[in-house]
């Protein structure tokens, strides 16, 4: 039944007969030391079912107590992205059975969120800021996690039993929801992804999640609906569950807008359903239809009191906030002078907080942009890692430009420099000592040469002194031949046409 | 005034999960039946403006402090498990996602 | 001292005596050991009895107390425990086949208390299944006869700790009270049954049936008796969110005061009359005629919204337990079964487990309260449930207004035969229309034995506090008793016949 995007309208065709609007649901995890409930620990990769206590094992007997913290870390989110902090707010129960929910409820706020009617600007690739409305943003508890076995695909169809470790179990996550995302035309993927990177970088800057994709920190939820145009009604949605990664999340709402438009052409209708994404052919395809799905039986959670944070509160933790991303990214680029279009770079490359601690270690910005985004970037991608991942500090990128700034070495040299430094041999000032590759500035030195040069080709310095100063060149680039690239050229030149006389 | 057909107990039973035979639905709908009726009066004594009231006793902010203890030891976690494997619990197959 | 002399005594002549190192708390465990071995056969109040870790505790407790070390007041006499109660190691099947064999891993705060105290557990104590009923006979694993007449019920859900203790088979035990699952049971085999202030006590590791009406109390044959436990369990738990931050009043000292003079003892109007048994009116009457002659002011009251109070209690509890009993699946623990036909799939275990593993009454209860939360059904069953409640609370705010304590009978009826309300379940549920109001408003309640009815069976007679002031219901227990045992010669329970001995 899962489509092949061959059978589906372009998607330019889509996008020219439909309106598309799109909705997130983001869930993070947040980076607590103990679960939302209980006092069980929460770091990944434990060994299973050792991250667990009978609050998160939901045994018989058990009651939930709110972690502070993680309001604590709820309401920077919600300060963050300027929505209103709840003056009194609840949480209750969302029933479903479910075998890695240990309650068969998940303890969840409801319909009396923590922080609500806010947003987040969001730039996109060519810098045009997208604004995203945030409907809310509220608290609620992780699932454990299965592991199916047997079965002919390891997916859940076909498999003859699930292994289910409750480690994950009672983690705290905040769900941030938008308002339907309109007016975007054939950007929406583009807004998607952009929209999901920049909450990931929010997490990160606001210290309340490592907000590791690959570890499922961040997930989302991709609602998707056509209409005919902006000013008609909103369609039917489907909504994509369990979007990974950046690249998916734009993806996934590509997908949907062409088959929602396949269909929606041909005269069908779209039916409001849950999908699942299949990150291998690209596509979405229905999750089982189950007649009581949607029928969770919510209703305030008994075994916890409501929380009303003081406005002491709110504001000592408003107080406390880090820069926000985008204004940070503006402080830094007027800071340094880069254009836009460096600065798009710069970011999109993971680069800017590496920019940042290069110029504090004595770099003018235009150099440490110029490594980072050059030689560094060429390697990092060359070895398939990030530029995080490569070894080299800033203050090793600062003390190379310090070298080249003060003469010792040249540009060349500096490359050089480098690779010994990617090589894992030390900092630059050991990598130049163990090299020898300071600049020859001894004259004594230099005239030998220049003058080795001059007498092997006589043509040249003929030509030199009867006034073609710019043939002088070759002279150079016989001396820094000579001296592997460790003179300095300007020099060598000023000797050259001294010696000839010219 | 709903009432408690054989189909809505059997409809509600699926929801909370309990498998029941047709003798039991059939007695089910007759009680429930009986119970609902009873019961559904409190919509009578009370107006629009009348608070909920879902805690006896009002409190609120009670918060413990963002600290690990101990865990339950993995093998105390599955003794009363039905089944395990490897330090999971071990559940039948598990069809669709929710 | 004898076995027979030894479980006659209350808890607090047990204290006495065993700081006194007259008898040592082995005797006293061994001897309701003993007791429990002549008559539970008759009485089925345990589903589990712990002999051996009992008399290690009691053992344990005889050495330390031997070294001279000072112990808790209690420290030493033994208790038993409702079984829906989680005891680390020992079983806990909240009286259902679904939880059939289960250890729990961890303790209640309160058994936690209890053993922080010394005091030995003899055993977990029957029950309706989950807790839902008023006769026991809801016991996935047989009823509960009531001392008195076994061929009646001895109340519910906590039909076993009364039971044990009007048999002489405990001198203490832990109730659960959602309903009046402490008081009802209380009333009709003679004992004393107290309901916390909701948050008086720690409900971490009681098996949750509705979170919202839940309290842990004390069951004994004295007010004191209940005084000096309540105080033991009682106070701030910080695993239990609900759990109130003050400390508890000081009910044992209350227990003595022995003075009512002045208090004005309010009569609830709309919990007497009519479809109270005329024997039980009688009872009722003639201990409030006691109160007054102890210099009791009484006054009338009124509360109008308690004839909604049972129809919003079955909304609620209902909703609340479809919700707390999800978690028996299964799947993590207790009882599986697979479906006799058909793949075998998780939500289909689920399904065939909970088919098999629950009794009638507690599905009954959950799909009543699942339905209740359904779509479309929640504003007009749960939503003006919790609408009632408040109107409730409302009326003891006004009622408190002009009494210091409230009085009703504790039951409309004494103890009925076994099997004669099992298949009517609105009439089972009315045996509860007096205890309902008090958890629905969260405040204090004790039942305490006013005398016999007319059919030669003990009547319960309710007193109600405001909330957190559970100190007068013990002021003014304490007052009743001591009043009625002057009338008596004796306490009421000295009337109930000698149960023969048959060894199980």
């Given at each position: 039944m899962t489509a092949t995007t061959h059978d589906l309208l372009g998607y330019e065709d889509a996008i020219a007969r439909f309106d598309p609007v799109i909705g997130l649901e983001v869930h993070v995890e947040l980076g607590t030391r103990s679960k939302m409930f209980c006092p069980s620990g929460t770091e990944f990769g434990a060994e299973p079912n050792s991250l667990v206590s009978p609050v998160s094992l939901g045994l018989p007997g058990a009651l939930p107590v709110v972690n502070r913290t993680a309001v604590e870390y709820a309401i920077r989110i919600g300060l963050a992205l300027d929505c209103q902090i709840a003056q009194t707010c609840r949480f209750a129960r969302k029933n479903y059975f479910y075998p890695d929910v240990p309650k068969n409820f998940q303890t969840s706020q409801y319909d009396e969120p923590i922080a609500y009617d806010g947003h987040l600007d969001v730039e996109l690739d060519d810098g045009d800021v997208f604004r995203v409305e945030i409907e809310r943003a509220h608290m609620e508890e992780d699932a454990g996690k299965n592991t199916h076995v047997g079965g002919r695909t390891g997916r859940i169809h076909g498999a003859e039993y699930s292994l289910v470790d409750y480690n994950r179990a009672g983690i705290p996550l905040v769900e941030i929801v938008t308002r339907p995302v309109v007016g975007t035309g054939e950007r929406a993927p583009e807004v998607a992804r952009a929209y999901v990177q920049s909450l990931r970088e929010l997490f990160r800057t606001l210290g309340v999640s490592e907000a590791r994709m690959e570890r499922g920190n961040v997930r989302a939820d991709v609602n998707v609906s056509l209409r005919p145009s902006p000013e008609a009604p909103l369609g039917t949605r489907t909504e994509t569950k369990n979007v990974n990664s950046f690249r998916s999340v734009e993806r996934a709402v590509r997908y949907e807008i062409r088959r929602q438009a396949t269909i929606l052409a041909s005269g069908g209708s779209i039916l409001q359903e849950t999908r699942h994404w299949h990150e291998d052919s690209g596509t979405t395809s229905p999750g089982r239809v189950k007649s009581?799905?949607?029928?969770?039986?919510?209703?305030?959670?008994?075994d916890l009191v409501p929380i009303s944070p003081s406005r002491e509160w709110v504001e000592e933790i408003r107080a406390g906030l880090p820069e926000r991303p985008g204004a940070r990214r503006r402080r830094l680029q007027e800071d340094w002078g880069f254009t836009d279009a460096e600065m798009r770079d710069a970011v999109n490359a993971g680069a800017a907080e590496l920019i940042e601690a290069t110029v504090a270690a004595g770099a003018p910005p235009a150099a440490a942009r110029k490594w980072w985004l050059g030689e560094l970037l060429r390697t990092a991608n060359a070895r398939g890692v990030d530029l995080g991942g490569l070894g080299v500090t800033p203050a090793q990128i600062g003390q190379l430009q310090v070298l080249v700034d003060s003469g010792r070495i040249n540009d060349k040299l500096a490359r050089q420099v480098l690779e010994g430094v990617l090589a894992g041999e030390g900092d630059p000032e050991a990598v130049v000592l163990s090299r020898g590759l300071e600049v020859v500035s001894d004259d004594a030195a230099l005239l030998e040469a220049v003058d080795a040069a001059l007498a092997s080709q006589p043509d040249v310095a003929e030509k030199i002194r009867s006034g073609r100063i710019q043939a002088a060149g070759a002279i150079v680039g016989a001396v820094m031949k000579a001296t592997r690239g460790q003179a300095d050229a300007a020099r060598v030149r000023e000797l050259v046409l001294e010696r000839v006389g010219a | 005034m709903p009432t408690f057909s054989t189909d809505e107990v059997a409809r509600v039973a699926a929801l909370a999960r309990i498998d029941l035979e047709p003798a039991e639905l059939e007695r089910l709908a007759g009680e429930l039946e009986v119970i609902v009726h009873a019961v559904e009066r409190v919509s009578e004594a009370v107006g629009d403006d009348t608070p909920a009231t879902s805690h006896p006793i009002p409190l609120a902010n009670v918060f413990r402090e963002d600290v690990v203890e101990p865990s339950l030891p993995a093998q105390d976690a599955l003794a009363a498990a039905p089944a395990s494997e490897d330090g999971r619990f071990l559940v039948p197959q598990i069809l669709g996602e929710d | 001292m004898s076995d027979a002399t030894l479980t006659r005594q209350t808890a607090g002549d047990l204290a006495a005596l065993l700081q006194a190192g007259e008898v040592s708390s082995v005797d006293v465990t061994q001897a309701h050991l003993d007791r429990i071995r002549d008559v539970d056969g008759a009485v089925h109040a345990f589903l589990h009895v712990s002999d051996a870790e009992a008399l290690a505790t009691a053992r344990a407790v005889d050495a330390r107390r031997a070294t001279g070390e000072r112990l808790h007041g209690l420290a030493g006499v033994p208790i038993a425990v409702k079984d829906i109660v989680v005891t680390k190691g020992q079983p806990t099947t909240a009286g259902s086949r679904i939880l059939e064999g289960w250890v729990p891993p961890y303790d209640a705060t309160l058994v936690e208390r209890l053993r922080a105290a010394g005091l030995p557990i003899l055993g977990k104590t029957n029950l309706d299944e989950f807790a839902m009923g008023s006769s026991t006979e809801h016991s996935g694993y047989g009823p509960t006869r009531n001392p008195w007449d076994l061929d009646r019920i001895p109340g519910g859900s906590g039909g076993g700790s009364a039971a044990a203790v009007a048999a002489y088979e405990a001198p203490l035990a832990i109730g659960t009270d959602t309903g009046g699952s402490i008081r009802q049971p209380a009333a009709v085999t003679g004992t004393v049954g107290v309901k916390p202030t909701y948050g008086g006590v720690s409900r971490y590791g009681l098996i949750a049936l509705a979170s919202s009406l839940d309290q842990a109390g004390p069951v004994s044959r004295t007010v004191l008796d209940s005084a000096l436990l309540h105080e033991v369990i009682g106070g701030h738990d910080p695993r239990d969110s609900t759990s109130l931050p003050e400390p508890l009043p000081d009910v044992v000292r209350a227990a003595h005061h022995g003075d009512v003079a002045g208090l004005r003892v309010g009569v609830v109007r709309e919990l007497t009359g009519d479809g109270y048994q005329s024997g039980v009116r009688a009872s009722f009457e003639a201990a409030v005629a006691l109160l007054a002659e102890a210099g009791a002011e009484i006054v009338d009251v009124s509360c109008p919204s308690f004839d909604y109070a049972l129809a919003a209690y079955y909304l609620i509890l209902p909703a609340e337990a479809s919700s707390n009993l999800a978690k028996f699946d299964g799947m993590r623990f207790g009882l599986r079964v697979e479906p006799a036909e058909g793949p075998i799939t998780a939500e289909r275990v689920m399904a065939a487990t909970r088919g098999a593993g629950f009794g009638d009454e507690a599905k009954r209860r959950i799909i009543l309260g699942t339905y209740a939360l359904s779509a479309g059904y929640y504003d007009a069953y749960y939503g003006s449930a919790q609408k009632v409640r408040t109107l409730i609370q409302r009326d003891f705010a006004a009622a408190f207004a002009k009494a210091d304590v409230l009085v009703s009978p504790t039951a409309p009826t004494t103890a009925f035969r076994l099997g004669e309300k099992l298949a009517d379940p609105l009439a089972m549920y009315l045996n509860d229309v007096a205890t309902i109001p008090a958890n629905l408003a969260g405040i204090p309640g004790m039942s305490l034995p006013s005398g016999l009815s007319d059919d030669g069976l003990p009547v319960g007679f309710q007193i109600l506090a405001p909330a957190?002031?559970?100190d007068r219901l013990y002021r003014v227990g304490g007052v009743l008793e001591a009043a009625l045992i002057e009338r008596w010669g004796g306490p009421v329970l000295s009337a109930a016949p000698e149960l023969e001995v048959t060894t199980r």
């Open positions: 009581d799905a949607e029928d969770y039986r919510y209703f305030p959670e008994p | - | 957190r002031a559970d």
